[in-house]
């Protein structure tokens, strides 16, 4: 009973959902949150930014209730997530028009793919900390972090200023 062994993840699966989900939630998805929004008005642009800022903290402390240590579950959250960062991607290639017809709709479409993408890529980087800090891997885990941050950061400053493939 009190020899608890350590659990055994694989931690360069972990280290690498890791990098890809600060890729997009720190480094490219803000980068293009005003093209993504704007077209709908202020209003839903302030709904979104704000609406996300307050979801991911608040999914990161519900994280140091309900802990996740199940990969498989990490990885559906991190597809999920990848999904409703392609239809962020897409509105905002699509700016400034509207990917869908009336405000309202499109709208609340993308503030709610803003919060949840935003909430659950949260609680998948928590998660994945918790699992690399309980494995030995925190250092790796916190480099990986940054390098995907400034990757995707640097990526799209080259596809907005330079490609200028966002309108």
Known sequence: LGNKQPVQYN???????????????????????????????????????????MANPMMAFLAFFLPCTRQ??????????????????????????????TVEVGGTLVVLTWVVSGAMFSYVKVSIAGMCRDSGWLFHCGVLTQVGSAGGALLMFILVNQVNLFQ
């Open 11 to 53: 931690i360069y699966l972990l280290l690498a959902l890791q990098c890809f989900v600060c890729f997009l939630s720190n480094g490219a998805l803000p980068s293009i949150q005003s093209y993504s929004c704007l077209p709908y008005g202020n209003t839903v642009y302030h709904m979104a930014v704000t609406l996300n800022a």
């Open 72 to 101: 498989n579950v990490v990885a559906t959250l991190t597809a999920i997530g990848s999904i409703l960062a392609a239809f962020i991607i897409a509105t905002a290639l699509y700016s400034p028009d509207m990917i869908h017809n």
